[in-house]
């Protein structure tokens, strides 16, 4: 499939999972490395002083990974929080590390080298 190809697929499937016009995909490959670029604003941060660098909350890892998406499920999971409170923060070492992992058990190539960058804008998902 082409870049172009994927990313309408996968905007189609946000449109349906989280709403039309909330989130804007694309996708970009050279040579070694994926993008995987969601566009999207958030207040929560910054209204809760998240650091950037370190933590996401819950939507946006559910977002990037379709987690309950028509039933799909991470082989390995993400820490979710108890009793379903929503939203919450996570560190984005342990999103990492199931995105990882579950790549790794769904038949996915192994994720050598993955770069998360959030902001209030877009959650930018860089692998090798």
């Given at each position: ?35 995987l670029i969601f566009i ?89």
């Open positions: 499939m082409t870049d172009q190809e994927i990313g309408d697929a996968v905007q189609e499937d946000l449109d349906d999972y989280i709403g039309e016009g909330k989130v804007n995909f694309s996708i970009h490959t050279d040579s070694n490395m994926i993008s999207r604003f958030t207040n929560y941060y910054k209204q809760n002083n998240i650091d950037l660098s370190k933590d996401m909350i819950d939507a946006d890892a559910f977002m990037v990974t379709g987690e309950d998406y028509n039933g799909f499920l991470l082989p390995y999971k993400f820490p979710i929080a108890p009793f379903g409170y929503s939203p919450y923060t996570l560190g984005q070492f342990d999103f990492k590390m199931a995105y990882k992992e579950s790549a790794e058990l769904l038949g996915v190539d192994k994720v050598k080298w993955m770069k998360m960058e959030v902001s209030h804008y877009s959650v930018v998902i860089r692998i090798k």
